[in-house]
Every structure is written in C-alpha cells, then in structure tokens.
C-alpha cells in the first residue's frame, strides 16, 4: 500500500493539506495552489441551482478531493461525477471519497474529449475546472478550451476559478463574456469564480 493509500483511509483536511504542499514542491506549476481551496470558496462555486440539477459533471483538476466532495455533496443522487487529475499524488486522496456516483481518472485534461468517450459520458451539464490555465502553453489552453466548449451540453455551465484572468482570455472566444465574475478572498490565494452558460444571453 502506497503512504498516500495508507494516509488516506480517513480523509480530513489536513491530510489533504499535506499531500497538496507536497506535490506543489514537486510540480508548483502544475498543482498551482499551495493548500486545498477554502470551505468559502467550495460554497460559493457548488451552492447553484445548475450544480444540483446536474445529470453530469466534470471536474477538472479536483486536487485531493475537495471540489468533487463539495460537488457530491450538493449533487442528486443519480448525478455522474468525473474528475480528472493529472497529479499521481492525488489519485490516492480521490479514491478515498467513498461514492458510487464518482469516477476518478488520472489522465491530463488536454484529452478530455478521449477520456469523456472512454468513460461514456455525453454533454456534461455542467465543467468544473481549477487547472491553471496561466500556466499552460496557449497552444494547450487554447485546445483545452475548445474541447471543453464542444463536449459541453447545449445549455450547460462551465465554471472556472483562477488566481489570473487568462482564462477568461481564452473562454471568450467560444463562450463570450462570463455571465458572473466573483472575487473570493477568503482562500490563499483569493481567487475568481467565472461562471459561463453555453449559448447563454452573453
Ligand atoms: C488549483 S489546484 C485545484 C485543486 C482542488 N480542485 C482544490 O480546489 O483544492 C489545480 C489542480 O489541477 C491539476 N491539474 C493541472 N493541470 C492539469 C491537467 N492538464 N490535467 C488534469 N489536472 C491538472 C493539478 O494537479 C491540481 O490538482
């Protein structure tokens, strides 16, 4: 069994917060957050009606967990949840969330179209995404960004929190202006919600 296996037979936040700063001393740019996001921060992107609606939803760069518990946690009971996590330090955490309505894959996001295939899963109503858009080359963001507007339900959300605004950079082309940009301060660091709705009034 892995130390991070073992660590996680019961998850709590400061497991989680270890495992973070340790893969962000591997892989800052990648992991892109020192600590896991902020209980404040959870509430203000999975407390929507859109979120509890949901058939599906996709979180992209769940961490250890946090995004996906919070999203289960609101989801009804016959929601998917996919969560896609690049960082192999992670993997572990996720798959201590005991729920059948998720699915963890460790893959990079820049497949998304492949791995939502594999997985069988159609329109997504709603994309979560925490990857650092800011750090990524403009070739893969620009390509992520498209896959994630075309795989998106005709009416879904794609949400996105970001230290930086280069994601809404790239979002613009394909969703264009966000219809809610929030600031969150109470996180380390503070972040922005955008929030966009595919074929929206925007
Ligand atoms: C800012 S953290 C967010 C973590 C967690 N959702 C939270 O809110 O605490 C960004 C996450 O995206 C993951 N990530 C970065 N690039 C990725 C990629 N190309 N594919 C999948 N995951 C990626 C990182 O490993 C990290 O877990």
């Not at 296996?5 to 962000?24: I, M, T």
């Not at 999203?71 to 896609?84: G, K, P, S, Y």
């Not at 202006?177 to 380390?188: C, D, G, R």
């Amino acid at each position: 069994m892995s130390t991070h296996a073992a660590r996680f037979r019961s998850r709590n936040y400061w497991n989680c917060a270890a495992a973070v700063f340790q893969e962000w001393l591997r892989e800052p740019t990648q992991v892109a957050s020192v600590v896991p996001s902020s209980p404040v921060l959870l509430n203000q992107i999975v407390d929507r009606d859109c979120i509890k609606t949901a058939s599906s939803i996709i979180d992209l760069g769940p961490g250890t967990g946090g995004t996906t518990e919070a999203i289960l946690d609101r989801a009804n009971d016959t929601c998917r949840v996919l969560a896609i996590e690049k960082t192999e330090g992670f993997i572990e955490p996720l798959r201590s969330i005991d729920d059948a309505r998720l699915t963890i894959e460790h893959g990079d996001v820049i497949e998304l179209e492949r791995i939502l295939l594999a997985h069988d899963v159609r329109s997504p109503d709603v994309i979560l995404s925490g990857i650092p858009f800011s750090s990524l080359s403009p070739d893969a963001a620009a390509s992520i960004m498209q896959s994630i507007h075309r795989v998106l339900a005709s009416d879904g959300t794609f949400i996105a929190y970001q230290l930086r605004n280069d994601v809404a950079r790239y979002a613009e082309k394909h969703f264009g202006t966000p219809e809610s940009t929030e600031m969150v301060w109470l996180n380390i660091p503070p972040l922005t919600i955008y929030t966009w709705r595919k074929n929206g009034p925007y």
